[in-house]
């Protein structure tokens, strides 16, 4: 991905995400967690993230698709993987 501050790794997605949300949505959302727009966190988790992002610990950033589903996007500390799932699939 251009502009991407981080590697993904594998990307996956829950089953439940899957069926629910618009894939257009949930792969503009991806390009958006690499660049590091962490979507609609909140300010002290966006903190979070940022010093994630240098120490290399796990990122998390929330989005809404065209629909209004939350879901979340998590990439692993070692950046092996990122998950894009619901929050109650968590």
């Known amino acids: 991905m251009m502009n991407a501050k981080f590697p993904l790794g594998q990307t996956v997605i829950t089953r439940t995400a899957l069926t629910k949300l618009d894939p257009a949505d949930v792969h503009a959302a991806m390009g958006r967690h690499a660049r590091g727009d962490w979507g609609d966190v909140s300010p002290e988790d966006r903190e979070e993230n940022e010093l994630s992002l240098r120490q290399g610990w796990r990122l998390l950033s929330v989005y809404r698709d065209r629909r209004n589903v939350k879901?979340?996007?998590?990439?692993?500390?070692?950046?092996?993987?990122?998950?894009?799932?619901?929050?109650?699939?968590?």
Not at 72 to 85: F, H, M, Q
């Open 71 to 90: 879901f979340w996007i998590i990439t692993e500390a070692d950046r092996s993987a990122t998950t894009v799932l619901l929050p109650g699939d968590y």
